[in-house]
């Protein structure tokens, strides 16, 4: 999860100068010319940046989006030597989002040679200015140790002064690091809070994670109707998690009106994107025959995929399915194995059920103690048959 969530923070800092942020035209032509963009008429926006040079050579607006033009190939060849030619020329000039677009140039060395003390040096100009762009690549900067040292403080002291200042990527990243615990004291409702700023500004993943919150009651009150509406949002936005997401919604009526031939239209959306919980929904619809033939075949096939991407509902299915024989051979040691993948990921219902396989001794040795740390973990995460089970063992004792 977590290298997964810093390669998405990498791509969408190191990347901006695609996108550099807005800033206020000063000229007559380049007002005109941003409205050009808009239209998408880039090669009249163009001539409206070169004229706007031409009243003013110092106009850092206006060579700024010439290079916004290069980077994206819009009206001109891409290229990404010449957007950093223009960057370079504005950056000088005090121009803030040429500064970050040059700052994200030699971090990531697209343009010119890959340059991290350069990079930095750009960045904090930027970021000293109240860039949100440039204090979250800044703060990703140090948290890497790319021409400034590793500094975890500072990193995170940079992520929040951009999350204040509206970055949706420095905000998701808070939201994450509070949810697991990482560099701040986990906090699942401080989480809630920067997800939901960045699904306000019409971040389709913040909306699918927000919508899992409120799904499973994480750092917010459970509200199947919240959540459906967010997964909602999210699919038809194009985030895959959320194909998934919002079929089960739609499948089990959770929130949203029941709707199975929805349901299995985005479920397998999601499979096809090889989501994990939608290869284990598209199981689920072959093995109750709702939306696709009945067959257990393909039941099990989709189940076993799930659980081998690490899907807990997959691996719990699994490993039901061995323990009691129904849809999979019986073999109480592949059900353990099964269970013991799932435990070791975090579920209580694994930890308990490992934890019972242990007491009696099925599929596993016979473990007293190893049994009570099983049932002491589902515990501690308030699972109430684990209790029981502990005041069992305590009487045995």
Request: with cysteine; hydrophobic share 45%; aromatic share 8%.
């Amino acid at each position: 999860m977590k290298h997964r969530l810093r390669i998405l923070l990498a791509v969408v800092l190191l990347l901006p100068s695609l996108f550099p942020s807005p800033a206020v035209a000063e000229s007559a032509k380049v007002r005109q010319g941003v409205k050009q963009v808009a239209a998408r008429q880039y090669k009249k926006a163009l001539n409206s940046f070169r004229a706007a040079l031409k009243a003013d050579p110092n106009d850092a607006e206006a060579m700024t989006r010439i290079g916004d033009l290069h980077a994206s190939g819009q009206g001109v060849p891409r290229s990404d030597e010449e957007a950093a030619r223009w960057y370079a020329k504005a950056a000088p000039l005090g121009h803030a989002p040429a500064r970050f677009a040059l700052a994200a140039r030699y971090a990531s060395g697209r343009g010119v040679g890959k340059d991290p003390e350069a990079a930095a040096k750009w960045c904090r100009l930027a970021a000293d200015q109240g860039h949100p762009g440039a204090q979250s690549l800044l703060g990703f900067l140090y948290e890497e140790g790319m021409g400034v040292p590793r500094d975890e403080a500072e990193s995170i002291a940079w992520y929040r002064k951009a999350a204040g200042g509206g970055d949706v990527a420095a905000q998701k990243l808070l939201a994450w690091r509070y949810l697991e615990g990482n560099g701040v004291p986990k906090d699942p409702a401080a989480a809630a809070i920067w997800y939901r700023k960045a699904a306000e500004a019409g971040d389709h993943d913040a909306e699918a994670r927000l919508a899992g919150m409120y799904r499973d009651g994480i750092g917010v009150p459970r509200d199947a109707v919240e959540s459906a509406a967010l997964y909602g949002r999210a699919a038809r936005g194009g985030n895959a998690e959320a194909f998934a997401g919002y079929g089960r919604a739609l499948l089990y009526g959770r929130g949203v009106a029941q709707n199975e031939l929805a349901a299995a239209d985005w479920i397998r959306k999601a499979a096809s994107l090889c989501v994990p919980e939608g290869i284990f929904l598209r199981g689920v619809l072959y093995a109750y025959g709702r939306g696709e033939p009945k067959d257990d075949g393909e039941a099990l096939d989709g189940y076993r995929r799930a659980a081998e991407e690490g899907y807990v509902d997959g691996q719990l299915q699994i490993a039901g399915m061995h323990l009691t024989g129904r849809g999979a051979p019986l073999s109480d040691n592949t059900a353990a194995a099964w269970y013991r993948r799932a435990a070791e990921a975090g579920s209580p219902d694994a930890q308990v059920m490992l934890g019972w396989m242990h007491e009696v001794g099925r599929g596993v040795p016979k473990d007293l103690v190893e049994s009570a740390r099983w049932f002491r973990l589902a515990a501690a995460q308030g699972n109430s048959v684990a209790r029981d089970r502990l005041k069992h063992l305590e009487a045995l004792r």
